[in-house]
């Protein structure tokens, strides 16, 4: 029941949630924990640290994850704002680290389907590039049409490989 409201302070860019979709027995709940607090001032409730909201953002993910049927309805139903992207990168990480078998899918339909917005597909690169696992990824993506992608991303962004980069990541 949290994670509607993490949702709701995320999609409106509001500190404060004045009618979060919750039951009024949960929110007094999470009060009492101390999670989220009531504002009298502001007339709504605000999340007390980023770790929830991150939590909770990251359970929404990985519940619109479970439900998948295509990745740009995947990336529809969960927003395009900042700290839902940031959510992403830290889920996204996880699953890699966790070598999921179904993230491997995920992200290649990702990056072929036409529907998705760049900055999404910017942000799955990220993740790879910033996770322990990369190596896992680039040698399962190996025969791929990612690799083109990816080349293009660096070169657009960085201009040319660094030696900041592992030899094997960069795929020809």
Known sequence: MFSPTGQKRCDTGSFFVTDPPCDPDILSLLAQDEIIQYEDSQSGYFITHDIYEEWALEKLIEKEFARVTSSSNFFEQIGSSLPMRRAFRSWLSGKLSQADPGIKL??????????????????????ILLSEYCGWFFTSFEKSPFPKRFNLFLTSRIGRPTPMLNRSMVIR
């Open 106 to 127: 995920f992200i290649e339909q990702a990056f072929t389907e036409s529907a998705i917005p760049s900055f999404w597909k910017d942000e799955l690169l990220i993740s």
